[in-house]
């Protein structure tokens, strides 16, 4: 019966609904067919205004401006159109008005009971309103509209009827709700009818639909319905005997599953545990069993906090509230977790606990509980190989990037060419190497008793300048040498401080030859025990590359000192002299300065060597050598020109001053007198010759032609003497000549 109540009650519903639209429908219409009779005044009153408004070329004064003009156009206006016509100035005073009503012409207008009249005229926008007069049996409905001059302001207002449009829209509003009531009667009607005839089939129908599921819901699987209409009710009643047939046949095919199913659960690898509404538990498999520790018969029927005692992954038990089981029954909603499963023997095991709500009306959940041990186990390795892995690379990098400075280090010092240039690379290079580390390089002296500073880098200075090779254990035992907070290790005499700090001392060694040392300092060593280990290969490949390129360096220094010197004497020889002296000439040249040149000869030198043999004329050339030295300035060059002669180059030298010191060095090599081998050698004397540019020669070549020109002149003069300033060379002297005719 409710099915029918609710069908008469839809239809009833069709039909209040049709006289619902058809009331708004009414409503809607009465309010546009105002909007529009207001507005259809509106537009009347506007053309009103302005033609009361409008001047014309050959009237000055408009309408408005005219008394009797304006009651005429009223006048005019209301027998053509039978509305109310009402003109009013600024002050709402009446000007003109319709016939049997010129009384009121003069008076102010009162009959808007809001002051439309007088707003309208203060906005200049139009407004409608009903006339308050009690004098008239109906209301008359007005539109008040502006009227404007020419500038545009509001002079006055018209006041136009429009009630005989209201009530034309009236009745026919009247026409359309009598009609819709009528529709909406006949409506209801239809409805009552179609209500009755559909009660009437349906509860045929229904009848015996209900009987076939109340069978069929008491588990009568063989309950027919048998209705062979051609109506809906006959479908439902064959797909119902149909779905009778299957449903009898389908129970076989249920009970065969369920015992599938069974063993499916009892075989799984995972635990299943069924817990119902209240909590407890109904039933486990095996593996459920054997992942909590328990026989089934010790779980089954047991309220499940007393069996599984859930944890987080810190091994802290989890509230019930906050636990996976416990939201799940409580919210019915899945819920799945990571946790830990603590075991009566005290052990825990790490499990996947998804709680999957029953679709019943008591609640009740499914927990399957996946053992993940072997899994986090292999996770654990993974990612302590990940890590090796990681720290591999990462050290993998470092080396790369330390041996790529290193061979940049070491392209840098080769191309160095002298010690400067290295160390200076050094102090630059070194912070690369050992960021927030500070530190120096020594060197051993050649006299190798003092050990000297050369580089440094970084904000502390651990160690003095200076130093004799002793103060360093490094240098002592050959080998590095580390110190610091907490080691037995005897601290380097050169070290300026004994508190916390900790350093290193790596001796620099290359081909045989040890040549200084690296110091590092760790000013925070207590703090940083493994500041030296994590540093150990690369500072041994710095060590190793610097060593190296100083002794190459050396080498290079001293092919180019054996290149350039005289190995008896120590000073340069004729290549240095031409090389140096030609670059001096073009400099001095430039500044437009004076150079001067001194050639000397030893006088009898060959009977040194035949009476006293090469040792003592090797003695002789040393003490020449050692005079020149001494009398040399700074930008002097002293060089042993071939066998007993000697040259002396001096930049910014008159001719003059150059014959006064060759005469000084002239005395100084006759002072002292030699002994070889307790045999007196006697006094020594040497000739000089002088020239000087640009006096006497603008090329190199000149002025050692005019210098030797001036040296054998002071042979053949008696030797022991100084010639200066010869002219130039006649063009048929010959140097080889001059020599053969000297002794």
Request: proline share 4%.
């Amino acid at each position: 019966m409710r099915i029918k109540t609710q069908i008469v009650a839809t239809l009833l519903s069709a039909a209040a609904l049709i006289g619902l639209v058809g009331g708004i429908a009414i409503i809607s219409q009465m309010s546009l067919t105002r909007s529009a009779a207001v507005a259809e005044a509106t537009g009347v009153g506007r053309q009103l205004a302005d033609a009361i408004a409008f001047k014309t070329s050959d009237a000055p004064h408009s309408l408005f401006e005219r008394a009797d003009a304006l009651r005429e156009f009223v006048k005019s206006q209301h027998s053509d159109s039978k509305r109310d016509l009402v003109v009013v100035n600024h002050d709402k005073v009446i000007l003109a008005d319709v016939p049997g009503e010129e009384k009121n012409v003069g008076t102010p207008y009162r009959h808007d009971p809001d002051n439309e009249v007088g707003r309208t005229i203060e906005s200049g926008a139009p407004r409608d309103f009903i006339e308050d007069s009690g004098d008239v049996a109906e209301p008359i409905n007005l539109v008040a509209v502006p009227i404007k001059d020419a500038p545009g302001k509001t002079v006055g207002a018209v006041l136009f009827e429009y009630t005989p449009l209201l009530h034309a829209a009236q009745q026919r509003t009247n026409s359309m709700l009598w009609l819709i009531g009528l529709c909406t009667a006949a409506a209801v009607l239809i409805s009552a009818l179609s209500a009755f005839l559909l009660l009437r089939g349906f509860g045929a129908g229904l009848s015996g639909l209900n009987r076939g599921i109340e069978s069929l819901a008491r588990g009568d699987a063989g309950a027919r319905i048998g209705l062979t209409s051609n109506d809906e009710f006959g479908q439902l009643s064959r797909a119902f005997d149909s779905m009778a047939s299957e449903l009898e046949s389908s129970r076989g095919q249920l009970v065969e599953q369920k015992a599938y199913i069974e063993d499916i659960v009892r075989t799984v690898a995972e635990g299943i545990v069924v817990i119902d509404g209240n909590g407890q538990i109904v039933s486990v498999n095996p593996a459920a069993a054997e992942i909590v520790g328990r026989r089934n018969d010790k779980i089954e029927g047991q309220d499940w906090p007393s069996v599984l005692d859930i944890r987080g992954l810190s091994g802290d038990r989890l509230a019930q509230a906050t636990s996976p089981i416990g939201l799940a029954l409580t919210t019915g909603r899945r819920h799945q977790a990571e946790v830990r499963l603590a075991k009566p023997d005290g052990s825990s095991l790490p499990v996947i606990a998804s709680c999957n709500p029953l679709n019943r009306s008591d609640g009740g959940i499914v927990l399957t509980l996946n053992d993940i041990s072997e899994l986090r186990s292999a996770e654990r390795a993974v990612s302590d190989r990940a890590e090796e892995l990681a720290t591999l690379n990462r050290e993998l990098k470092e080396t790369s990037q330390a041996t790529t400075r290193l061979v940049k280090l070491g392209e840098l010092l080769q191309a160095c060419v002298t010690f400067q240039e290295a160390f200076s690379v050094v102090g630059s290079a070194m912070p690369d190497f050992f960021g927030g580390l500070s530190g120096t390089v020594h060197l051993t002296s050649a006299s190798r008793n003092l050990v000297e500073e050369m580089a440094h880098w970084g904000t502390v200075r651990s160690s003095v300048g200076q130093f004799a090779p002793e103060d360093c254990w490094a240098l002592r035992r050959g080998q590095e040498h580390v110190a610091g907070p907490g080691m037995l290790t005897p601290r380097c005499n050169h070290i300026t401080e004994n508190g916390g700090r900790g350093y290193v001392c790596m001796p620099l060694a290359a081909q045989g030859e040890t040549l200084g040392i690296v110091h590092l300092c760790e000013p925070d060593a207590a703090d940083r025990p493994g500041w030296l280990t994590e540093r150990q290969q690369i500072l041994r490949g710095v060590v190793d590359t610097l060593a190296l390129a100083l002794a190459n360096l050396g080498l290079r220094e001293t092919l180019r000192q054996q290149s350039i010197r005289d190995p008896n004497t120590g000073l340069y020889n004729r290549r240095y002299l031409e090389e140096t002296s030609s670059r001096e000439l073009r400099r001095m040249e430039r500044s437009e300065q004076p150079l001067a040149m001194i050639m000397l000869d030893v006088d009898h030198f060959k009977q040194f060597n035949d009476t006293f043999g090469h040792e003592a004329g090797d003695l002789v050339l040393k003490q020449v050598a050692s005079t020149l030295l001494d009398h040399a300035r700074e930008s002097d060059v002293v060089s042993r020109y071939g066998g007993e002669e000697f040259a002396l180059m001096m930049p910014g030298t008159s001719l003059a001053d150059a014959a006064e010191r060759a005469e000084a060095l002239r005395k100084a090599i006759k002072q002292p007198h030699l002994a070889h081998r307790g045999r007196t050698l006697g006094t020594i004397t040497a000739s000089f010759g002088v020239s000087a540019f640009p006096e006497l020669g603008a090329s190199w070549v000149e002025i050692v032609n005019a210098a030797d020109r001036s040296l054998y002149q002071a042979k053949a003069d008696g030797r022991d003497r100084v010639v200066a300033g010869l002219g130039r060379a006649d063009p048929n002297w010959d140097l080889s000549t001059a020599s053969q005719s000297v002794g």
